[in-house]
C-alpha cells in the first residue's frame, strides 16, 4: 500500500466523519446543525472582534489550535493536509528585463513551479497557458521546444510576438483544450506542464494524458468547483470507493484560501456581502420564508451604491415587488450583524479547506498512480506565494529518465 493511499483514506475516514462541519455554508442559512450540539464553539465563535476573525482565517495553525477545545480531530486533519515541500533545483538566473511585465507574485510562482520539477524533457506542452511565461522561463532554463495551448486569441497572439521577438521556440496554439484537437500535442514522449489549470481543464488533461501514455506531466491544480457537473465525481478507482458526494459549493471551499487582497478589494468584497446578506434579511420578511435566495452575481462597482439602490436591483432581478415603506438602515444593520456571525461560523468550515484540497490532490495522483505513473504530491512553495501550491508530479515508469538541465 503506497502513502498516498494511507494519506487518502485517512482523509476520507476524518472528511466524512466530520462533515457536519464542513457542508452546510452559513452564508445561506441562518442557524447551522452543529450549533445547537456545541452552543460553548459558537459563543467563542461570536466573541471574536473582525481582526481575530480575518487573524484565524488567514492562518490554518492559529485556526487549528482555536478549534482543537470544540473539534478534538482538528490537529490530525491539519497533520494530514502538510505536504512535504518539493526539493529546489538550481536554476540559470534571469536578467529582470525577462520577467518585466510579469505580476511579481505570478512570477515568483513560475520561477518556484519551474525550480520543483523533477524532470525535464526537450519538448513540453503547456496546458491553458495563458501568455505562456511559463513556457518562456521554461524554454528558457533547459532549451526545450515549447508547445503552448490557451484558448484567448488575444493571449495567444502575445506569446507568439514576444516568441517571435526573441527568436525562441515557442508557439502558442489557439486552442480550446476541451476540444478533440488538443489531443494532437499529447504524445507519449511527450511531457506536459499546467500552472493553476482550473477543474474540468485540469482534470481533462489528466485523462488525455493517460489515455496517450504522456511520459511526464508536472501539474498544479486549480479551482475545481469550475465545471459543468454539479456534483463531483472521484477520478481514481479508491476514489469511487470513498466518494465525498462534494458538490459544486463544497469543491469552492478547498480553494477559500486566498492571498490577502489590496485594502480596497477587501473594503469592496465586504462591502457587497454586507449589503447582500441585508438584501437577504429583507426578502426572507417579504417572502415569508425563512430560505435563502440566490440573486446572480453583481459586479464589484456595486459596493459603491446605496443599499437601497442595491435592493431594488436584486429584487429585478429575482422579480420581487418591493413595498414603498421599508426602513433601509435595519436591514443593512441586520446586514452588518450577519456578516459577523457569518465569518465567525465560517472558521469552522475554514478549518476543512486544506483537506478537502489535498483530498482532491491525492484523488489525482491516485488515479495516475493506479495507471502506472510514479506519483508525488508535494507543496512548490508557500502559501504567501500562493495558498494553491499543490504540485503533482507524474513520470511513466516504463520512461522513467534522470531529470536534467
Request: charged share 20%; hydrophobic share 40%; glycine share 4%.
Amino acid at each position: 500500500m503506497s502513502q498516498l493511499v494511507t494519506m487518502f483514506q485517512q482523509l476520507s475516514e476524518q472528511l466524512l466523519h466530520h462533515q457536519h462541519f464542513w457542508r452546510p455554508v452559513a452564508f445561506y442559512h441562518n442557524t447551522l446543525a452543529w450549533m445547537t450540539e456545541d452552543p460553548d464553539l459558537v459563543k467563542r465563535l461570536y466573541a471574536l472582534s473582525h481582526d481575530q476573525i480575518d487573524q484565524l482565517g488567514g492562518c490554518s495553525e492559529t485556526l487549528t489550535a482555536f478549534l482543537s477545545d470544540n473539534i478534538p480531530a482538528a490537529p490530525a486533519l491539519f497533520a494530514l493536509s502538510q505536504l512535504e515541500l518539493a526539493p529546489v533545483k538550481t536554476l540559470s538566473d534571469v536578467s529582470p528585463h525577462f520577467y518585466a511585465g510579469i505580476p511579481g507574485r505570478k512570477w515568483q510562482q513560475i520561477k518556484a513551479f519551474t525550480q520543483s520539477m523533477d524532470h525535464t524533457s526537450p519538448t513540453i506542452t503547456e496546458w491553458c497557458a495563458g501568455k505562456s511565461h511559463l513556457g518562456f522561463y521554461l524554454q528558457h532554463v533547459h532549451k526545450s521546444k515549447i508547445e503552448a495551448l490557451e484558448w484567448d486569441s488575444n493571449l495567444v497572439e502575445q506569446a507568439n510576438q514576444r516568441a517571435q521577438q526573441h527568436n525562441v521556440p515557442l508557439h502558442s496554439h489557439c486552442i480550446d483544450v476541451l476540444n478533440p484537437e488538443a489531443e494532437q500535442y499529447l504524445r507519449q514522449s511527450q511531457h506536459v506542464v499546467a500552472l493553476h489549470a482550473c477543474g474540468e481543464l485540469h482534470e481533462h488533461l489528466l485523462q488525455l494524458s493517460i489515455a496517450h501514455n504522456v511520459n511526464a506531466l508536472h501539474l498544479a491544480p486549480c479551482c475545481y468547483h469550475k465545471r459543468r457537473g454539479t456534483v463531483y465525481q472521484p477520478l481514481s478507482t479508491l476514489g469511487r470507493s470513498l466518494d465525498l458526494g462534494l458538490n459544486k459549493t463544497e469543491l469552492h471551499t478547498a480553494v477559500m484560501e486566498t492571498v490577502t487582497a489590496g485594502a480596497t478589494v477587501q473594503r469592496q468584497r465586504k462591502q457587497l456581502q454586507i449589503m447582500r446578506l441585508g438584501f437577504d434579511c429583507l426578502q426572507r420578511v417579504l417572502l415569508a420564508k425563512n430560505e435563502f435566495l440566490s440573486v446572480p452575481s453583481l459586479p464589484m462597482s456595486w459596493a459603491k451604491a446605496e443599499f437601497s439602490d442595491f435592493c431594488r436591483h436584486c429584487a429585478h432581478l429575482v422579480n420581487i415587488e418591493l413595498p414603498l415603506n421599508i426602513d433601509w438602515s435595519d436591514y443593512l444593520q441586520q446586514g452588518e450583524t450577519r456578516f459577523k456571525q457569518v465569518s465567525a461560523l465560517d472558521l469552522v468550515r475554514f478549518l476543512f479547506r486544506r483537506p478537502i484540497e489535498v483530498w482532491l490532490a491525492l484523488d489525482r495522483a491516485l488515479m495516475l498512480e493506479e495507471q502506472g505513473y510514479k506519483v508525488s504530491v508535494t507543496r512548490f512553495c508557500s502559501p504567501a506565494v500562493t495558498p494553491r501550491n499543490i504540485l503533482i508530479q507524474a513520470t511513466l515508469k516504463a520512461n522513467l529518465q534522470p531529470y536534467s538541465i
